[in-house]
């Protein structure tokens, strides 16, 4: 596609399900970022994926998150057992570089509402 | 752990006015992003700077990389610019880009 497509936009659900957040990059990007932002609050870094290097996970807030990227292809980030502080817009970015000195391209990203 | 600082938090403006908004870091970078996001969400990229400068219509970035230091300046700022001003820095390589907390602009008619 022409840009960083994310699925779902919206995504509502109940304390305690599992919800899995999908991003698809532009084609040929090595690099690979997952964010989160809370409502008024800047960008929290969640995930770097590069390549074929090992993901940067320092992010991920707890062991309920996960994500998984094969290759240079789709990445899907998944949270287990969500709880109401998981409530947020979760960005996905790709980018051309390696050394972040490529223009960053962003998905519109998926709100996510735990009830 | 490089800190990224941005200055001022919240800045508002009257329409035509100069704005300058800062971006500080504490450690050496390959690169540095600023990016744009208005209400509603949508992150844009507006420029990327690794030394010097660069000019994209009323928009300018510099960059002094011996003083860790970036500034975004907006010419003729006009309420479309508002909007929150993100700097991120990157340190090379396979490292992961560190993001500013933003600043708020507010342009008024």
């Known amino acids: 596609g022409a840009g960083v497509s994310q699925s779902p936009s919206n995504k509502v659900t109940e304390k305690g399900k599992d919800v899995e957040l999908r991003c698809d990059p532009i084609s040929g990007h090595t690099a690979l970022y997952w964010y989160r932002q809370r409502l008024g609050q800047g960008l929290e870094f969640l995930i770097y994926f590069q390549g074929n290097s090992a993901p940067d996970k320092s992010g991920l807030p707890s062991d309920r998150f996960s994500a998984e990227r094969t290759g240079e292809s789709v990445s899907t980030l998944t949270i287990q057992r969500t709880q109401q502080e998981d409530s947020a817009v979760y960005l996905c970015?790709?980018?051309?570089?390696?050394?972040?000195?490529?223009?960053?391209?962003f998905g519109e990203g998926s709100r996510l509402t735990v009830l | 752990k490089n800190e990224v600082e941005q200055s001022p938090q919240n800045l508002t403006a009257q329409e035509g006015e100069f704005i300058t908004i800062n971006c500080s870091y504490s450690v050496g970078i390959s690169a540095l992003h600023w990016l744009q996001q208005h209400p509603g969400g949508g992150i844009v990229s507006l420029f990327m700077l690794s030394s010097g400068k660069k000019k994209h219509g009323r928009l300018i970035a510099t960059i002094n990389i011996q003083e860790k230091h970036s500034s975004l300046h907006i010419t003729a700022s006009h309420p479309r610019d508002s909007a929150v001003y993100i700097c991120?820095?990157?340190?090379?390589?396979?490292?992961?880009?560190?993001f500013g907390k933003g600043i708020t602009l507010s342009v008024r008619p």
């Open positions: 970015a790709s980018s051309s570089q390696a050394d972040n000195t490529g223009e960053l391209f």
């Open positions: 991120a820095v990157g340190g090379g390589a396979n490292s992961k880009l560190t």
